[in-house]
């Protein structure tokens, strides 16, 4: 699908980088959630959904600028 092809790329594009040296494996992969959706159009849930994934909200939103 559209979105799960977004997340890939944009993970990709994180691995690219040293983003990797800095912060957790879950922090990039929610990062890269966070970014997909924020770029296909699609509004986030009202529920802190990152804490599943062991992440935080400030390091995510620091990674997606």
């Not at 092809?5 to 990709?12: G, N």
């Amino acid at each position: 699908s559209e979105d799960m092809s977004e997340c890939v790329e944009v993970s990709q594009d994180f691995y690219k980088t040293n983003v990797c040296l800095y912060y957790p494996g879950q922090v990039i992969a929610a990062a890269a959630v966070y970014a997909s959706l924020l770029k296909l159009g699609i509004n986030m849930p009202n529920v802190p959904w990152w804490i599943l994934m062991e992440a935080n909200l400030e390091s995510i939103e620091e990674l997606v600028g």
